[in-house]
């Protein structure tokens, strides 16, 4: 069925440094990719998407291409702030009636001055 | 502001109580679902609507019901609570793209936090 994996965490950084968050996915057909973050006590917020293959999302800094070979929508950004200490959700629609949506488990990335 | 609506905040139930988890959105979304948040285990979808008056079961729907007879509103009924429906719940709403993948997202609430003792 269809899902997505994304790398455990906690990350933790130091500010400025480079961030990589690793997410994969299966499944059939043609999904939408999507980056959720969750800042403490708050619901999950939209971050970037891409809806087709080698489509670059970004926002804020951050971005992720969708790599439709490796089946893959990695999230990058080139320096992080303590602001940016959340919790990141990979996430996937299947694009099938009902818009099934999956998460992956998140990502819990603390950033440290 | 526009978006979507959960009450209550926090809540504090008995083991055997019942309650009703409100969610309201005001952006005209075809699609409404409820997600529960445990530790280490993501999001696990509830119970989901294409529209008023079709609900359907996600992946954990055993001691909720739920339904939907407005396009705004989307309650979760709790039947009788348990300790393991301790849980922070999310309500997510979308507009419904008909399979043709235009990656329209959800829109979340802020959530309810809900301990059962």
């Known amino acids: 069925g269809d899902s997505v994996t994304q790398m455990e965490g906690p990350v933790t950084l130091s500010e400025e440094a480079f961030l990589t968050i690793n997410c994969t996915y299966t499944a059939t057909g043609y999904p939408s990719l999507f980056w959720y973050v969750q800042y403490p006590g708050e619901g999950l917020q939209l971050l970037l998407k891409a809806t087709k293959a080698d489509d670059k999302g970004s926002n804020k800094g951050f971005e992720a291409t969708y790599r439709k070979e490796t089946t893959s929508f990695h999230l990058e950004k080139g320096s992080v702030q303590v602001s940016d200490s959340a919790v990141y959700f990979c996430?996937?629609?299947?694009?099938?009636?009902?818009?099934?949506?999956?998460f992956g488990t998140g990502t819990s990335l603390t950033v440290i001055p | 502001n526009a978006g979507v609506t959960q009450t209550p905040k926090f809540q504090v139930l008995k083991t055997g109580q019942s309650m009703t988890l409100q969610c309201a959105q005001d952006?005209?979304?075809?699609?409404m679902s409820w997600y529960r948040q445990d530790p280490g285990m993501g999001l696990r979808l509830i119970h989901y609507s294409v529209g008023a008056g079709i609900t359907d079961q996600g992946e954990v729907p055993n001691g909720y019901n739920v339904s939907r007879s407005t396009t705004e509103d989307f309650p979760l009924r709790l039947l009788s609570a348990a300790p393991s429906q301790t849980s922070v719940y999310f309500c997510?709403?979308?507009?419904?793209?008909?399979?043709?993948?235009?990656?329209?997202?959800?829109?979340f609430g802020s959530g309810t936090r809900l301990t059962v003792v």
């Open positions: 997510a709403s979308s507009y419904s793209d008909g399979g043709r993948g235009l990656g329209y997202g959800y829109t």
């Open positions: 996430a996937l629609d299947t694009s099938n009636t009902g818009n099934q949506f999956y």
């Open positions: 952006m005209n979304h075809e699609y």
